[in-house]
């Protein structure tokens, strides 16, 4: 079995409780960094799905890496390769798929509920999934439904939380961190955490049940992104 390839962007966002779920599937994989030229020969022949994380940047004016892994994604997508985005990389996979990204009013930044749309139950990756149901979300940019894509999800705060084409799904929000990761990015970017908004939690707000709320989301990814895994083929 050919292994899932990572795309990691910054140290404090790590794959979290994704290499958890991997593990349990006996799914292999490997991290690739690209945007510190580590793994920068990536070969698309040598990995069966492509994972691309969180991380900061804006995609609107992309730095050499972003551009880089859009093109990747570009190839992937003509060959078939099944692909997930998280937050930064679902806007990474909106620009290559036609769309765009640009600055949201006010930063999203923690325990926030989306909502399934109507046509996500089409989609059996989200068989079983509530309608509704709690996320988390740090993020400062939006990204609009590429052609010929299906939106999946939304907020309110975010009109597009996620979109699906195919075997490819992109997601706005946030499976994958844990208790340690979250703690890191609210010590890294506290100043995140200070704008007057509803859709702004402050270190108390996100810190109050952490790991209750870490278990109801690992308990979606173990659905929603094992499907994927899964059944991407």
């Known amino acids: 079995m050919k292994p899932v390839a990572i795309f990691t962007h910054t140290e404090c ?4 409780y994704l290499v958890d779920l991997l593990h349990a599937v006996n799914y292999p994989f490997q991290l690739v960094c690209l945007h510190n030229d580590v793994n920068g ?5 040598d990995f069966s799905r492509l994972i691309f994380m969180g991380g900061p940047g804006n ?5 050499p890496w972003m551009l880089q892994e859009m093109e990747i994604i570009r190839h992937a997508r003509n060959r078939k390769i099944p692909q997930l985005g998280i937050c930064l990389g679902a806007q990474l996979m909106s620009v290559a798929f036609g769309g765009r990204v640009w600055q949201a009013d006010a930063l999203e930044v923690g325990w926030h509920k989306v909502q399934l749309t109507a046509t996500a139950k089409d989609c059996r ?3 079983n999934l509530p309608q509704q149901f709690e996320v988390f979300q740090w993020h400062a940019h939006n990204f609009s439904l590429p052609p010929a894509c299906t939106r999946v999800a939304t907020s309110e705060c975010t009109p597009c939380q996620g979109f699906i084409e195919g075997a490819n799904l992109a997601i706005q929000f946030h499976l994958e961190m844990t208790v340690e990761i979250i703690t890191t990015l609210i ?5 995140d955490l200070t ?3 509803d859709c702004i939690q402050n270190r108390q707000q996100i810190l109050q ?9 690992f308990d979606v990814a173990d659905h929603l992104l ?4 899964m059944l991407a083929d």
């Open 226 to 229: 094992k499907q994927w895994l």
């Open 187 to 191: 010590d890294k970017y506290a100043e």
């Open 59 to 63: 995609v609107a004016e992309p730095e």
């Open 209 to 217: 049940d952490i790991d209750q709320h870490c278990q109801q989301t």
């Open 125 to 127: 990756w989200f068989d």
């Open 195 to 197: 704008g007057q908004s």
């Open 41 to 45: 020969d990536f070969e698309l022949d």
């Open 13 to 16: 966002e790590p794959p979290g």
